[in-house]
């Protein structure tokens, strides 16, 4: 398992993390967002997906529950599972198959919502909120 540990405290900061990420990751790729809420989920979503060249607004999919959009570097799926009542809402709403079937880069918040049901991330990003700072850690889960 690979790990690497950023400072995420400026928004700049992030911003790199997202554009070096959008250009690794490709093909269907699992990757589960952790962290308390306000802590850069959903910024470091939206920043990932303009790197990936899409140029129309990127909205929270907190209601919608899944966004998926097309960029010009293949298709993001974002998560956001806060609100899933019962894992088996993930086969009602077909991510899994839209994943595999579009070779999507699928970003999940709130994966632990959807235990049981998703298939084990290829990469977990930890977000955490210190005294002044935010850390974002990075794991590779080969």
């Given at each position: 398992m690979t790990i690497k540990t950023y400072d995420i405290s400026e928004l700049s900061d992030l911003s790199s993390v997202a554009e070096?990420?959008?250009?690794?990751?490709?093909?269907?790729?699992?990757?589960?967002?952790?962290?308390?809420?306000?802590?850069?989920?959903?910024?470091?979503?939206?920043?990932?997906?303009?790197?990936?060249?899409?140029?129309?607004?990127?909205?929270?999919?907190?209601?919608a529950i899944m966004q998926d959009y097309d960029?010009?570097?293949?298709?993001?799926?974002?998560?956001?599972?806060?609100?899933?009542?019962?894992?088996?809402?993930?086969?009602?709403?077909?991510?899994?198959?839209?994943?595999?079937?579009?070779q999507a880069v699928v970003l999940i918040e709130w994966a632990e919502k959807g235990q049981g049901v998703l298939p084990q991330a290829d990469l977990q990003l930890d977000f955490t909120l210190l005294k002044e700072n935010r850390q974002l850690c990075i794991r590779n889960n080969e």
């Amino acid at each position: 398992m690979t790990i690497k540990t950023y400072d995420i405290s400026e928004l700049s900061d992030l911003s790199s993390v997202a554009e070096e990420l959008s250009t690794q990751l490709n093909g269907t790729t699992w990757v589960y967002l952790n962290g308390d809420l306000g802590c850069g989920k959903t910024t470091f979503s939206q920043q990932f997906i303009a790197a990936k060249g899409y140029t129309g607004r990127v909205t929270s999919p907190t209601y919608a529950i899944m966004q998926d959009y097309d960029t010009p570097n293949g298709t993001v799926i974002h998560c956001d599972l806060y609100r899933l009542a019962d894992p088996e809402e993930l086969y009602e709403i077909g991510l899994i198959e839209m994943a595999e079937s579009s070779q999507a880069v699928v970003l999940i918040e709130w994966a632990e919502k959807g235990q049981g049901v998703l298939p084990q991330a290829d990469l977990q990003l930890d977000f955490t909120l210190l005294k002044e700072n935010r850390q974002l850690c990075i794991r590779n889960n080969e």
